[in-house]
């Protein structure tokens, strides 16, 4: 069973963090509807289209976007910093050849935001979260990912990573 076979079943679309499930229908539909209509596009054009096709205001998926010129561009550069602070990598001397993230994402004293990798370091408590937080995100995709174990064989890989999480 092919990509193309699953994606064609696909009849109810769910909403996750920040998206209700009825605008995820809305937004499911739209991005079908443009790969129906199009040969293959890479992000930048189905993004692209997206964005064209929700720009007039009888779209019902206009609501979703900030079309306000000022607000949209402060949540644009808010986006672009969280992106720059997350890319930021660090060259250790032990190990010179395998750069780290320079500010990992923790929740700490109740906040959660970037934290200096020296200072994690330094801490037990933060290495403990840093690590929770690389079962999390190996939890996350296996979930993302399991239906894979099914199509493409993949059980050893999420073996690996049932290990991971457990250990």
Same mark, same amino acid.
């Given at each position: ?7 064609e079943?696909?009849?109810e679309?769910?909403?996750?963090p920040?998206l209700s ?11 079908t ?10 992000t930048?054009?189905?993004l692209?289209?997206?964005?064209a096709?929700?720009r ?7 609501h979703?976007?900030?079309?306000? /010129?000022?607000k949209g ?7 672009r @910093?969280?992106?720059l602070?997350? !890319?930021? +990598?660090?060259?250790?001397s032990?190990?010179?050849?395998e ?9 700490t004293?109740?906040?959660r935001?970037?934290?200096a990798?020296?200072?994690?370091? /330094?801490?037990k408590?933060?290495m ?5 937080? @690389?079962k999390?995100?190996?939890? !996350?995709? +296996? ?8 199509v493409a064989?993949?059980s050893g890989v999420?073996?690996a ?6 250990g």
């Amino acid at each position: 069973m092919g990509a193309r076979a699953v994606a064609e079943r696909i009849e109810e679309y769910v909403g996750g963090p920040g998206l209700s499930t009825a605008d995820a229908q809305l937004m499911g539909a739209l991005v079908t509807s443009i790969q129906r209509q199009n040969a293959r596009l890479d992000t930048t054009e189905i993004l692209r289209l997206v964005i064209a096709k929700s720009r007039p205001k009888s779209s019902p998926t206009h609501h979703l976007f900030e079309w306000d /010129q000022a607000k949209g561009h402060a949540l644009y550069l808010m986006d672009r @910093a969280r992106t720059l602070v997350r !890319t930021i +990598r660090f060259v250790p001397s032990e190990t010179p050849d395998e750069p780290m993230q320079a500010f990992p994402i923790l929740l700490t004293e109740g906040k959660r935001g970037p934290v200096a990798m020296h200072q994690v370091m /330094q801490s037990k408590d933060m290495m403990t979260a840093v690590i929770e937080q @690389a079962k999390a995100d190996l939890v !996350t995709w +296996r979930r993302r990912y399991d239906h894979l174990r099914r199509v493409a064989k993949m059980s050893g890989v999420f073996a690996a990573i049932d290990g991971a999480v457990k250990g």
